[in-house]
C-alpha cells in the first residue's frame, strides 16, 4: 500500500513536471500530438516501472485505453517492443542446461571472426619494409649529431684523430712468406748458406746463439741492475762534488782542507807504525814538496792577489789575515821536519829572507794581531773622526787639528785623503764660513804638526817654494804658511777654499801639470800615469827604511804628485775652462746655423696653418649670388649692378655644422669621403655578422705579435685544420668519439634474412602512418 | 796595447794592477787578465801535469824519451794526455755553456712594451700585411705537382692504396690496371685486366688486394703485390656475371664488397653468387658507395636520374630522390656519417644529409660541364670534383663557390678524381691517359717548415681570414686564370642564369600574388623523394 501511495505521490510530481514543461513544449514543439503521445508513454512506463517495485515480477496486461501506437492493427499490442529478441533468448531452455554451453562458445566464435583481407600487393610492402628500415637507420644515424656539430664548431681540428701506434712488424714475419726466386737471390742465398749466416731465423748467427747460452737472462738482468747501480751512484757522486764545489764559503773550504789534513796525518802515523819504509817515502815526498815550495814563489805575497791584498791590508782586517795565512802556509812548507835537525843560523837566514821579501804592511798586521798597536788604534779613531765631521763642518779644522797633533804626518794613512774627497762634495755645499778664518785655522794646526817631523818640512817647503815661483798667475788666496801643509798632506783645507776645483776636467789639468812639470824634474813623468800606486809606496817605505835621503826623494815625488792631483787646479781652471766653453757655444751656433740654411725654403708650421685655412674656407657653404647684370638697368660695358641689388639677389648659405678640428690646432680633418679609401673598405656587411660595430671590432683587434704577447699570438693564430704530413687520416669511427661501436657483423645480419615484416614493424607503420 | 804581449811582459802587468788600482777595483781582476795572468804562471810556475808525474814517479814522464816504454808508461802517459784533453774540452764547454746561456738570457729577456700608444696603426699595418699575403699567396700558387704517364687509353677510374700514401691504383678505357709510386712518380706494375673498359676499382680494406670490375661481365681480384718472378700475372678469383658491372665498392672493415650495373649486390668475398642483391626500378645503376662510417649503409646512383641508398643489414633500400638531370657518382663525407655529395650532370654538385633528402643542404655550383666525380678530402671540410669541362675544382662543403679550380691545357676530360688519405694532394685522371698528382692547397710550401715559418704561415692564414671581406682582398685572392672556353662559358652560363632569374621575377610580378610559387634554388633541383 504504501508503495501504491509513494507512486502516486511521484506521479502527482511528475505530472506537475510536465505541467511546468508545457508552455515552454508548447511554443517549441511543431506538433501538439506528438508531445501528448510522448506524455502518454511515458507516463506508462512510469507506472510499470513503479509496479514492478513490488518485488513479485508480475506482469500486467495492457490496458487499452486510447488509440495509440502501440496498438497493432491485429489488435495485438507491441508490448516490450523495445527489447530485441535475441538468438539466445530462443535457444536457452527453461532449464539452464550446460550441454548447450559448447554452442554457445561456437556460436560467439563464429561471431568475433571477420573476412580476411586481401593481402597488400608488393609495392606496397616493400614500401612498408624501406620506411621502417629508413627510420631506424635515421635513428642510428643521429647519433652522430653532437660529434658533427662539436667537430664543426671545434676551433682546432687535429688529424688523425685517433693515435697510431708505430706497428713494426719483426724482421722474422717479414721474411717468412717470402723465397729466393730470382738467380740472383738464390745466389746471395747460397753465399749465406755457405757462410753460416742465418736466412731462415734471421736473427741470430750462431755466434750469437752461443752467447745467449752463455749468459742466462737473470745474470743479465742482475748485471744490468748493477751497472744501473754504478751509475746511478756515480751520477749522485758526481752531483755532490759539484755542489760541494760550488760553495763559496772560505770557511767550509777551510775546514774540509783542515779535516783532510788532518785525516794525512793520522794515516801518515798508522803507516809509520804499521809500515817504516813506507812512511819513510812518504816523508821523502813531504820534503820534495818543501823543496818545491822553496824553490817556487808560491806562497811568498809576490804574486798579483798578494800585492793586491798587501794593498788593502792596511784597511782590511780580513785581507791582513789572509796574508799572514798564507805566509804562514809559506812558513809550513818550507819548514824542515824534525828527522833532519837544522843549526839555528841557518833558521835565522830564513827568517831573514822572510822578512826581506814579506811587505812591511804585513808585518805591522802581525804586530798589531800579537798586541794592540797604538799607531794602527789611532789611525782608526781619526778615521772615525773624519766621519764625526763630515755632520760638523764648523768643528772640523779643530778636529783635524787634535788628530794631527796626536799622530805622526807620516804616520797617518792615505785613507784619510781619500775620505776626504769623496765627502768633499757634500761639504761644499754647506761651506759657509769666511775664507780668512778657514785659512788661519788649519795654518795653526799645521803648525803644531809641523813640530813632529820638521825636517821632512823643511825640505818640502823649499820645493813648494819653487812651484809656487812658476805659477805665478795663481789666483790662490793661500798664505805662504798655510801652502806647504796643504801642499803635503791637507788637502781638505785648499780645496775647501777652492770648490771649483774638482770640476775641471781632469785630462786638461794633467796635460798642463806635465808641461810645467817637464821643465823642472823630467824623472817624474814615468810617474804620471799611476800617481795612486806611487802615493802607495811612498806611504809603505818610510816605515821601515833607516836611510833618510833616500825616504827624502820619495817625499819629494810624492808631494809633485799630490800637486798634481789638487793643489795646482785654480790655476788651470782660470785659463782652460772658459776656452773650452766658448769652443762648444760656437760649434753649436755652427751647426744651428747650417740647419737653418738647409731648411730655409720650408717654413712648415706656417704652410700647414695656410692650408688649413684654405681647408675651412673651402668646406664653408658658398653663398649664391643671383644678380642679373643689367636686368631692369642700364646696360653697357662697365656697369655695375648697385648694391642694393645685389643684397637683393644674395642667398645667403645657411651655416653648417661647426668644422670637428675646430678646436684641434695641429688637426686637418677631411670631412669629405674620400674615394681612394673607399675603395679599401667593406661595403656589405659580411654574412655571419649581424651588427657592423661586430664587424669592426673583430676588425680593431690585431693579431699579430707586434702587439701581442707570444702565447696570445699563437692562441689566435692557431690554424682550424691541422694535419700531419705523411700520416693516413682514416674515416672517423665510432670509438673514436667514445660510442661504442657494433659488435654485430654487418655481413651476419644479412644471412639471417629478415625479410618478413614482424609485429613490431606492423606496430612502427602504424605509428608512421598516423603520422 | 795588442793582446798577446800583454801577459808576457811583467812590467805591464804591474799596470794592469795599478790601473785597477786607480779606478778603485784593485782587487777585481777581468776574466780576460786573468786568462793572461794564466799563461804567466805557467811560464813560472811547474804546470799541472809535471806535479802530477812527480806524484806518481818519475818513469812515467812522457817527455824522456831514453826511458823504455812499457805498456804501463804508455797507458800512463796516455791517461794524462786524456785528462789535459778532458780539462781543454771542459774549460771550452763551460765557455759554451756561458756563451748559450748569455745568448739565452739575450734571447729570453728581451723587453718588450706592448703599449698601444707605441705601436700605432694596428688595423692599416695588419690590412697591408694581409694584402702582402694575398698577393704572395697568388705568387707561389703553383699547384702542379707531376703527371703520371703510361696508360695507352683514357683513365677511367682512380683508387687509393688504403695503408700506403704512395701507392695509387689506375684503370683505364682499355682494360689495363696499373699501379703507381707517387714518390717516385713512376708505374711499378701493369695488369692487363679486362677486355674492354675497367669500369671500377677498388682496394681491400686492408690493402693487400684490390678488385676490378670490367666491360666483360667479370669480377676480379688482385693481389696487390706483384707475382713472383716468372710467375704469370693471374687473379686471386674472378667472378663471372650475368651482366656488366658499371662500379665497385669494398666495405670498410669486413670481408664484403658491392657492385652495381642492373641492380646492386652485395658479395662475400669467398662466395660465386651474391649473398643479397637489391634493386628498385630497372635501369642500370652507375655507381655504389659504402658509407665509411657506419658501414652498413649504401648509396647508388643510376641513369633514371636517381640516388637511391640501401641498408645492407636490412637488405632493402631506404630512400631515393630524383633530381632533375642524371647523377654520376657519390661520395659519402668521412667524417659526418649522414651527409654525402652528389655530382650531377647538370654541372652542379648536391650535398646531401641523408634523413632530409627533400632538400640539399647546399647546391654548390662553378663548373660549366657535367660533373663526373667527386672525392672528399679525408678531413672532411672540402671535397673535389672532376668535371667534362677539363677543369677540377675544389669546394668547401659549407661553401656553393670553389675555392680553387685547376686545369693545364694539356688536360682534357676529367673522369676520376682522388683526394689522398694525407689530405695534401689530389691526383686527377683524364681522358688524355694521364693522371695528375696536385697539391690541395696551391701555394702551401712541401717538406718541414721551421717554427718560424709555421708561425709566419699561420699568421698570414688568420690575416686572409680576417681580411677576407675587403674588397682588393677579395679580387686578389678570388683572381684565376681559366681557360677561354671555360670562361667564355660561365660568361655564357652568367647571362642564361640572369635572364631566367629575371623572367621569374617578372612572372611573380605580373601574376596575382601567391599564384607563382617562390621555389629556393636549393629546392629547385630535386623533383621528387620517393619513400
Known amino acids: 500500500m504504501t508503495a501504491n501511495r509513494l507512486a502516486e505521490s511521484l506521479l502527482a510530481l511528475s505530472q506537475q513536471e510536465e505541467l511546468a514543461d508545457l508552455p515552454k513544449d508548447y511554443l517549441l514543439s511543431e506538433s501538439e500530438d506528438e508531445g501528448d503521445n510522448d506524455g502518454e508513454r511515458k507516463h506508462q512506463k512510469l507506472l510499470e516501472a513503479i509496479s514492478s517495485l513490488d518485488g513479485k515480477n508480475r506482469r500486467k496486461l495492457a490496458e487499452r485505453s486510447e488509440a495509440s501506437l502501440k496498438v497493432s492493427e491485429f489488435n495485438v499490442s507491441s508490448e516490450g517492443s523495445g527489447e530485441k529478441l535475441v538468438l539466445a533468448d530462443l535457444l536457452e531452455p527453461v532449464k539452464t542446461s550446460s550441454s548447450l554451453a559448447t554452442v554457445k562458445k561456437q556460436l560467439s566464435r563464429v561471431k568475433s571472426k571477420k573476412t580476411v583481407e586481401l593481402p597488400l600487393n608488393k609495392e606496397e610492402i616493400e614500401r612498408i619494409h624501406r620506411e621502417v628500415a629508413f627510420n631506424k637507420t635515421a635513428q642510428v644515424l643521429s647519433k652522430w649529431d653532437p660529434v658533427v656539430l662539436k667537430n664543426r664548431q671545434a676551433e682546432q681540428l687535429v688529424f688523425p684523430l685517433e693515435k697510431e701506434e708505430p706497428a713494426i712488424a719483426p724482421i722474422e714475419h717479414v721474411l717468412s712468406g717470402w723465397k729466393a726466386r730470382t738467380p740472383l737471390e738464390q745466389e746471395i742465398f747460397n753465399l749465406l748458406h755457405k757462410n753460416k749466416q742465418p736466412v731462415a731465423d734471421p736473427l741470430l748467427t750462431p755466434v750469437e746463439k752461443a752467447s745467449l747460452r752463455a749468459m742466462s737472462l737473470e745474470e743479465a738482468k742482475m748485471r744490468r741492475g748493477e751497472l744501473q747501480r754504478a751509475r746511478a751512484l756515480q751520477s749522485y757522486y758526481e752531483a755532490k762534488a759539484r755542489r760541494e764545489k760550488k760553495i763559496k764559503s772560505k770557511k767550509y773550504h777551510k775546514v774540509v782542507k783542515k779535516g783532510k789534513a788532518k785525516k794525512a796525518l793520522k794515516e801518515f802515523e798508522q803507516l809509520r807504525k804499521v809500515n817504516p819504509a813506507a812512511a819513510l817515502e812518504e816523508l821523502e815526498k813531504i820534503e820534495k814538496a818543501r823543496m818545491m815550495e822553496r824553490m817556487s814563489l808560491k806562497h811568498q805575497n809576490s804574486g798579483k792577489w798578494a800585492k793586491s791584498k798587501a794593498i788593502m791590508a792596511k784597511y782590511d782586517l780580513e785581507a791582513r789575515q789572509a796574508m799572514q795565512e798564507q805566509l804562514s802556509k809559506n812558513k809550513e812548507l818550507t819548514q824542515k821536519l824534525q828527522v833532519a835537525s837544522e843549526s839555528e843560523e841557518e833558521e835565522g837566514g830564513t827568517e831573514d829572507v822572510e822578512e826581506l821579501l814579506v811587505p812591511d804592511v804585513v808585518n805591522e798586521v802581525q804586530m798589531n794581531a800579537d798586541g794592540p798597536n797604538p799607531w794602527m788604534l789611532r789611525s782608526c779613531t781619526s778615521d772615525t773622526k773624519e766621519a764625526a765631521t763630515q755632520e760638523d763642518p764648523e768643528q772640523l779644522p779643530e778636529l783635524e787639528a787634535h788628530g794631527v797633533s796626536e799622530s805622526e804626518g807620516e804616520e797617518r794613512p792615505v785613507a784619510e785623503e781619500e775620505i776626504l774627497l769623496r765627502e768633499f762634495e757634500e761639504r761644499r755645499s754647506l761651506r759657509k764660513i769666511s775664507e780668512l778664518s778657514q785659512d788661519a785655522e788649519p795654518a795653526g794646526s799645521q803648525e803644531t804638526k809641523d813640530s813632529g817631523s820638521q825636517e821632512v818640512l823643511s825640505e818640502l817647503r823649499v820645493l813648494s817654494q819653487k812651484l809656487k815661483e812658476n805659477h805665478q798667475s795663481r789666483k790662490q788666496k793661500a798664505s805662504s804658511e798655510g801652502t806647504i801643509p796643504q801642499v803635503q798632506r791637507e788637502e781638505p783645507a785648499p780645496e775647501e777654499e777652492e770648490p771649483l776645483l774638482l770640476q775641471r776636467p781632469e785630462r786638461v789639468q794633467t796635460l798642463e801639470e806635465l808641461e810645467e812639470l817637464g821643465k823642472e824634474e823630467c824623472f817624474q813623468n814615468k810617474e804620471l800615469p799611476r800617481p795612486v800606486l806611487e802615493g802607495q809606496q811612498s806611504e809603505r817605505t818610510p816605515n821601515n827604511r833607516p836611510d833618510a835621503p833616500k825616504e827624502k826623494k820619495k817625499k819629494e815625488q810624492m808631494i809633485d804628485l799630490q800637486n798634481l792631483l789638487t793643489t795646482q787646479s785654480p790655476s788651470v781652471k782660470s785659463l782652460a775652462v772658459p776656452t773650452v766653453e766658448e769652443l762648444e757655444d760656437e760649434e753649436e751656433r755652427n751647426h744651428r746655423q747650417m740647419i737653418k740654411e738647409a731648411f730655409a725654403g720650408d717654413d712648415v708650421i706656417r704652410d700647414f696653418l695656410k692650408e688649413k685655412r684654405e681647408a675651412v674656407e673651402a668646406s664653408k657653404p658658398k653663398d649664391v649670388d643671383l644678380t642679373l647684370p643689367g636686368w631692369g638697368e642700364w646696360g653697357g660695358v662697365g656697369l655695375k649692378p648697385s648694391a642694393k641689388k645685389r643684397r637683393r639677389f644674395l642667398i645667403k648659405a645657411p651655416e653648417g655644422p661647426p668644422r670637428k678640428d675646430k678646436n684641434l690646432p695641429n688637426v686637418i680633418i677631411n670631412e669629405k669621403r674620400n674615394i681612394h679609401a673607399a675603395a679599401h673598405q667593406v661595403r656589405v656587411l659580411p654574412y655571419p655578422f649581424t651588427h657592423h660595430w661586430q664587424f669592426e671590432r673583430t676588425i680593431q683587434t690585431p693579431i699579430g705579435s707586434t702587439w701581442n704577447t707570444q702565447r696570445a699570438f699563437q692562441k689566435l693564430t692557431t690554424p682550424k685544420v691541422v694535419t700531419k704530413p705523411g700520416h693516413i687520416i682514416n674515416p672517423i669511427k665510432a670509438e673514436d668519439v667514445g660510442y661504442r661501436s657494433s659488435s654485430r657483423s654487418d655481413l651476419s645480419v644479412i644471412q639471417r634474412n629478415p625479410k618478413r615484416i614482424t609485429t613490431r614493424h606492423k606496430k612502427q607503420l602504424k605509428k608512421c602512418s598516423v603520422d | ?531
Open chain 2, 1 to 531: 796595447p795588442p793582446g798577446p804581449t800583454r801577459g808576457l811582459l811583467c812590467p805591464r802587468r804591474v799596470n794592469s794592477s795599478t790601473e785597477g788600482a786607480r779606478t778603485g777595483h784593485s782587487h777585481y781582476v777581468t776574466p780576460a787578465e786573468s786568462a793572461m795572468e794564466g799563461s804567466d804562471c805557467t811560464a813560472k810556475e811547474p804546470p799541472l801535469a809535471n806535479v802530477c808525474r812527480q806524484n806518481y814517479g818519475a818513469a812515467q814522464d812522457p817527455v824522456e824519451p831514453a826511458v823504455p816504454r812499457s805498456a804501463s808508461h804508455v797507458t800512463g802517459s796516455s791517461l794524462g794526455k786524456a785528462e789535459v784533453a778532458c780539462g781543454r774540452r771542459w774549460r771550452k764547454t763551460a765557455g759554451n755553456i756561458k756563451c748559450e746561456l748569455l745568448r739565452r738570457i739575450i734571447l729570453i729577456s728581451v723587453p718588450r712594451n706592448y703599449d698601444p700608444a707605441l705601436h700605432p696603426f694596428e688595423v692599416p699595418r695588419e690590412y697591408v700585411r694581409a694584402l702582402n699575403a694575398t698577393k704572395l699567396e697568388r705568387v707561389f700558387a703553383k699547384p702542379f705537382l707531376a703527371s703520371l704517364d703510361g696508360h695507352r687509353d683514357g683513365v677511367n677510374c682512380l683508387a687509393k692504396h688504403p695503408k700506403n700514401l704512395a701507392t695509387v691504383l689506375s684503370g683505364a678505357c682499355d682494360g689495363e690496371v696499373r699501379i703507381w709510386n707517387l714518390t717516385q712518380r713512376n708505374c711499378i706494375r701493369t695488369i692487363q685486366a679486362h677486355e674492354g673498359f675497367v669500369r671500377g676499382i677498388c682496394t681491400r680494406f686492408c690493402g693487400t688486394s684490390f678488385f676490378t670490375v670490367g666491360d666483360d661481365k667479370t669480377v676480379k681480384q688482385w693481389k696487390m703485390d706483384g707475382p713472383g718472378y716468372g710467375d704469370e700475372e693471374e687473379p686471386l678469383h674472378t667472378i663471372l656475371g650475368k651482366t656488366v658491372y658499371t662500379g665497385i665498392d669494398h666495405h670498410w672493415k669486413e670481408a664484403v664488397f658491392a657492385t652495381c650495373g642492373q641492380q646492386v649486390d652485395i658479395w662475400d668475398e669467398q662466395r660465386t653468387n651474391p649473398i643479397c642483391s637489391m634493386t628498385w626500378g630497372f635501369d642500370s645503376i652507375s655507381s655504389v658507395k659504402f658509407n665509411p662510417i657506419e658501414t652498413f649503409l649504401l648509396g647508388s646512383c643510376a641513369s633514371d636520374r636517381n640516388i637511391v641508398l640501401y641498408d645492407m643489414r636490412q637488405a632493402t633500400p631506404l630512400k631515393k630522390v630524383i633530381l632533375g638531370m642524371r647523377t654520376n657518382t657519390i661520395c659519402w663525407n668521412p667524417m659526418e656519417a649522414f651527409i654525402f655529395t652528389a655530382a650531377n650532370e647538370d654541372y652542379n654538385l648536391y650535398t646531401f644529409d641523408m634523413r632530409a633528402l627533400d632538400t640539399p643542404v647546399m647546391v654548390h655550383m662553378d663548373h660549366v660541364s657535367a660533373v663526373l666525380d667527386v672525392d672528399y678530402s679525408p678531413t672532411g671540410k672540402e671535397f673535389v670534383s672532376a668535371s667534362f669541362d677539363k677543369s677540377i675544382r675544389i669546394f668547401p662543403v659549407d661553401k656553393s663557390r670553389s675555392r680553387e679550380v685547376y686545369h693545364t691545357k694539356r688536360m682534357q676530360h676529367v673522369i676520376c678524381v682522388k683526394w689522398t688519405s694525407d689530405s695534401k694532394y689530389i691526383m686527377c685522371g683524364s681522358d688524355e691517359m694521364n693522371i695528375r698528382l696536385w697539391k690541395a692547397n696551391a701555394s702551401e710550401k712541401l717538406g718541414v717548415l721551421t717554427s718560424r715559418e709555421k708561425a709566419a704561415k699561420d699568421y698570414n692564414q688568420k690575416l686572409k681570414e680576417k681580411f677576407q671581406h675587403y674588397p682588393h682582398i677579395k679580387r686578389i685572392a678570388r683572381h684565376r686564370h681559366l681557360p677561354k672556353s671555360i670562361y667564355s662559358q660561365i660568361q655564357e652560363q652568367r647571362i642564361m642564369k640572369e635572364a631566367r632569374r629575371r623572367k621569374e621575377v617578372n612572372r611573380i610580378k605580373h601574376s596575382k600574388p601567391g599564384s607563382v610559387p617562390i621555389v629556393s634554388e636549393k629546392k629547385k633541383h630535386v623533383v621528387a623523394v620517393v619513400k
